[in-house]
C-alpha cells in the first residue's frame, strides 16, 4: 500500500493516492471488507496523516509480506491436512485502520486485519493516547 500521502500538500491529491494505488486496485475481499467498515478514501487519508509514526513502521511490515503470504500458505496446507473435510474459502489480508483484526467472514470468506494480526513491538503506537484504546 502507498502511504505517501503526506508527500503531497494537496487534499485532493492525497484522497487520490489511496483510491487509485489501494482502494481501486483491491480484491473483491478489501472492497466488501471497507464497505462493511465504512473505510473510505478519506478516512484512510485522515489517520495517515493523524498517525504518520505508526503507518511509516506499519509500512515496514507490508515490505515483507510476500514472505509472509508463501508461510500463511504453508500454514494453511497444513491446516487441511489435519482438517480435511473443511471446506475451503478465500482469505483475504487487508490494511485496515485498526479496528478490523477478523471480522465476521464475508460471504464465507475470512478477512484479516493485517494492521492488527501483523502487529508487533516494532509498530510504533506512541501517537495513540492508550493501548487500551481502539487504534483509530
Not at 6 to 11: P, V
Request: charged share 25%.
Amino acid at each position: 500500500m502507498k502511504f505517501d500521502v503526506h508527500k503531497s500538500n494537496s487534499y485532493n491529491d492525497q484522497l487520490n493516492i489511496i483510491q487509485s494505488n489501494y482502494l481501486d486496485l483491491g480484491t473483491h475481499g478489501l472492497k466488501e471488507n471497507c464497505r462493511i467498515m465504512k473505510y473510505t478514501d478519506s478516512v484512510y487519508v485522515n489517520a495517515i496523516l493523524r498517525y504518520p509514526k505508526f503507518w511509516n513502521s506499519l509500512r515496514t511490515k507490508t515490505q515483507s509480506l510476500e514472505a509472509d503470504k508463501n508461510r500463511i500458505k504453508k500454514y494453511l496446507k497444513n491446516f487441511k491436512k489435519l482438517y480435511p473435510n473443511s471446506q475451503s474459502a478465500n482469505l483475504y489480508l487487508c490494511i485496515g485502520l485498526g479496528n478490523s483484526g477478523g471480522g465476521k467472514p464475508i460471504n464465507k470468506n475470512l478477512v484479516i486485519g493485517f494492521e492488527l494480526a501483523f502487529s508487533d513491538s516494532t509498530i510504533n503506537t506512541s501517537e495513540y493516547q492508550s493501548q487500551k484504546k481502539r487504534l483509530i
